[in-house]
């Protein structure tokens, strides 16, 4: 009982902090952007708390109980993802000051490419969004009243009414502050796993040495973590949650420095949340992967702690939901509805992007229904994303070089995602790899016979 009241107090606090933001986020710029004034530490404590989601709680203690240590590269490959981000294009999306990542491809190629973009980007981030829900069914079931579906409802209720309200400026503004939750709830209960098995000596006494394999094994060999380092972290190079995340910032500096912070942060939180579910392992062997941290809460950790705690993962996936639902919804509104009816004044665009939070949301959540497991489910969503769009964004910042055109940007991206698709609707193996290699052969082929062909027609004329 003592739980559930401060799952209460925690979700009308969330609800109360959208009421108070609705009445500072009245333009399209603090709606989508937070006004573009966000501090390294601001912008730093949103990355966090948007990539530490369903994935990197309950998905990633998921994967420490079945695979060990190397579950850690879930995470870690993000971090060499920021590291690339902030080394090569942080500052160049920062300065392009605007508000998608599909604005941006526009940019770059043409209205045909931004359009594919959007539309590649919202299917996806649907997938992503729904990965959430399921998570938050999981953490909540520990409570034993009702039933995960009722949760995941509510759940759903919550953080769609929440983004609604105070849009980018709120979500920015409490993200900080769920980082910092989340950190301390999860090396917490790692220190209480810990002391229930005797300490480091006690864990490793109790599982298979096999499990404390680094930085491969034998269930995680070399073309896994080359499939984990492509297709997810690539994610993190070029994705319209990082990039909204970029655009918040208050200048280039600020975007760039605030990305290498969260590649450092994310390092400990990755082998935290690993040990964890290594630990769960050994206390609990019989329970399913994913209930590996809602089964720490539940049977390790005083009822008031526990709380806490439960809390603190609910910050995690509310934070990633929060972020992705306004992502997709702000490339909803501004990349496809806007480009059809380009009148449309700053109210009614307003208007329009709650309601698409609204649909996004509960399209999400019939979603989640389907689906059975967290980073499957990420992982599908990731993998369609990354065969499909990041090749020509990364090609576009350097396009006259790369002589990338943006009818081969187009091929790439339709040609890779559905090759991807594919691969993951029949399951077949080295398919998700070939589908980016699908999609840079499209992309530099299409784009040299496009050359080509323009270079025919320019001397078919000037010999006339």
């Not at 912008?43 to 695979?67: K, N, W």
């Amino acid at each position: 009982m003592l739980e559930l009241i401060i799952i209460a107090v925690y979700f009308l606090s969330v609800i109360t902090i959208g009421v108070a933001s609705r009445r500072k986020a009245r333009g399209v710029d603090d709606f989508f952007v937070a006004g573009r004034k966000g501090s390294s530490s601001l912008i730093t404590g949103s990355l966090l708390a948007t990539i530490i989601g369903g994935s990197a709680t309950v998905g990633m203690a998921g994967l420490g109980f079945t695979q060990g240590l190397t579950g850690a590269w879930w995470l870690l490959v993000g971090s060499i993802g920021l590291v690339v981000l902030g080394l090569f294009f942080a500052e160049k999306v920062r300065r392009f000051g605007l508000y998608t990542l599909p604005e941006l491809v526009g940019k770059q190629y043409d209205e045909r490419m931004a359009l594919a973009a959007s539309v590649l980007i919202v299917v996806a981030w649907i997938g992503i969004i729904a990965a959430q829900i399921v998570a938050s069914g999981k953490i909540l079931s520990v409570l034993g009243i009702g039933s995960p579906l009722l949760w995941m409802v509510l759940f759903t209720a919550v953080f769609v009414t929440y983004t609604l309200l105070g849009g980018q400026y709120a979500v920015i503004r409490t993200d900080s502050l769920q980082a910092v939750i989340i950190f301390a709830g999860v090396f917490g209960s790692l220190a209480l796993v810990l002391s229930h098995l005797g300490g480091w000596d006690g864990l490793r006494s109790s599982l298979p040495p096999e499990q404390f394999a680094f930085p491969l094994s034998s269930q995680f060999g070399g073309y896994e973590l080359i499939t984990l380092l492509l297709l997810v972290g690539l994610t993190y190079v070029v994705g319209p949650d990082m990039y909204s995340r970029l655009f918040c910032a208050k200048d280039a500096k600020t975007a760039r420095v605030s990305v290498f912070w969260t590649a450092l942060l994310i390092i400990p939180f990755a082998f935290g949340i690993t040990l964890m579910g290594m630990g769960a392992a050994a206390l609990f062997p019989q329970i399913s992967s994913e209930q590996a941290f809602p089964m720490v809460i539940k049977e390790v950790l005083p009822p008031f702690l526990g709380g806490i705690v439960l809390a603190a993962l609910l910050c995690a996936v509310m934070s990633s939901a929060d972020t992705c639902l306004l992502s997709a919804s702000t490339i909803l509104m501004v990349d496809i509805v806007q480009r059809f009816k380009p009148s449309l004044d700053q109210r009614k665009i307003l208007s329009l992007s709650r309601w698409g939070i609204v649909i996004l949301g509960l399209s999400s959540l019939i979603l989640a229904l389907i689906l059975k497991g967290v980073i499957s489910a990420l992982l599908f969503a990731y993998t369609i994303y990354t065969c499909g769009l990041i090749l020509p964004v990364i090609a576009g910042f350097y396009k006259n070089r790369l002589r990338v055109t943006p009818l081969g940007a187009l091929v790439a991206i339709i040609g890779g995602g559905l090759a991807a698709l594919i691969s993951k609707l029949f399951v077949i193996k080295y398919l998700d790899l070939g589908s980016l290699l699908i999609s840079g052969f499209l992309l530099l082929t299409v784009s040299f016979i496009d050359n080509r062909m323009k270079h025919k027609k320019l001397d078919d004329r000037q010999s006339i």
